[in-house]
């Protein structure tokens, strides 16, 4: 039997997720993020298609690192403006029964409180349907957003993530016993206060009592999803994460990232296998090869250098308009996304000068896994990606909206189903579930936060 493939829309609660410039194309709508309905009916096409779940991103600052200011990313409206992606998942759950929800949430500024009850909200508001992407963040203008002079070391920001994690699953796992909501109303006891715990969580970074003001969740703790493959990154990934998205951009930085996860896992005594593992995806797809490539034409022509520029240099660190473009862009140590930094660098087949780097970006889908053809070929290159890599999935982005997801549906998705590569039909009721099997709707018990269930009990 062939392996199933796990499917993520990939977008943002913005104007310019990805595909920058491409907000321009006479067939986006993407001007309508602000509208309700934009996100209901994505949600309703995506629950169509059969998806996984909508893999949602984030920022907390504004891309200035290019030119040394933000107005390029302004201009360019390069994940800016941007709104909270939080709060467009309610309606879309309301809309749909089965597509569950990947909210990013940086560890790196704001309390672990607060959050931990936002997410168990979720989780209840969708029926299980809840996970959280945890970041740390890259952008030192995030930093100055949150009172701070300069960026957080990346190796720190990881140092806090793991005590923001710890603090989370004691609020999620061990604050509140299954039973403890009783609803006497002969007694007049709605909760038993026996069975609702103190966290005691005195850390490095954190001091927070408890108790979790909500009471317990169908999965407790959402799924737990992950991007970051910095080596910090994969090692955190490695002990928390049960889905992790992948960069790298290449089918063999893939595969080398796909085997050290996997063997940290076992390492920290997790199974592997209790890992699903991600990478982004562009498909430009048309009923016939020549209909493809008019799209992606089409495309080309606006899709926006000075934008990925932009985004590029957020993401790594490296403002390209300060090289030389005849110089060789070699890998510095930066505290911005190392996956960015060292994909042009140490994880080149060979060195690169700064105009070869300007002409990949250049290029829509220069970054990642691209793909531009007919269904079949589509689901051809899909296929090869799964069994060489050995990754699990892809996080598909779109490039118009929503003509991109559409043509997906519509197109590659029966041809999938056709292989039997992709569900024909819902089977589970959580994201946990969908992703290990029916019943599991808990963490399982070789993850770090499943241990605070065996604490004695906390009062």
Known sequence: MPKKIHLNAFEMNCVGHIAHGLWRHPGSTRHRYTDIRYWTELAQLLERGKFDALFLADVVGVYDVYKQGPETAIREAVQIPCNDPFLVVPPMALVTKHLA????????????????????????????????????????????????DQMVKHDDRYEIAEEYLDVSYKLWESSWEDDAVIRDVDNGVY?????????????????????????????????????????????????????????????????????????????????????KLMTGLIAIVGRTQEE??????????????????????GGSGYDLSAYDPEDVLAYTETDHGQTAAAQFTKDSPRPKTVREVMETLGTLG?????????PEEVADNMQFWIEETGIDGFNVTQIVSPDTLRDFVELVIPELQRRGLFREEYEESTLRERLFGVGVNRLPEDHPGAAYRKQPTLT
């Open 101 to 148: 929800f990947a909210v990013t949430f940086s560890t790196t500024y704001e309390k672990p409180f607060s959050h931990a009850r936002r997410m168990s909200t979720l989780d209840h508001l969708t029926k299980g349907r809840i996970a959280w992407n945890v970041v740390t963040s890259y952008l030192p203008s995030a930093a100055r957003n949150f009172g701070l």
């Open 366 to 374: 220069g970054r990642g896994l691209f793909v531009v053809g007919t």
């Open 191 to 275: 909760t038993d206060p026996n069975k609702v715990h103190h966290i005691h969580h005195e850390g490095k970074f954190f001091k927070v009592p408890g108790p979790h003001l909500s009471e317990p969740s169908i999965q407790r703790t959402p799924v737990i999803y992950q991007a970051g493959s910095s080596a910090r990154g994969r090692a955190f990934a490695a002990k928390h994460a049960e889905a992790v998205f992948l960069g790298g951009g290449n089918v063999q930085t893939l595969k080398r990232y796909a085997a050290d996860i996997r063997a940290q896992a076992a390492a920290f005594g997790r199974d592997p296998n209790h890992i």
């Open 292 to 313: 493809a490539w008019r799209k992606f034409e089409s495309f080309q022509k606006l899709y926006s250098l000075e934008g990925v520029l932009a985004h590029y240099g």
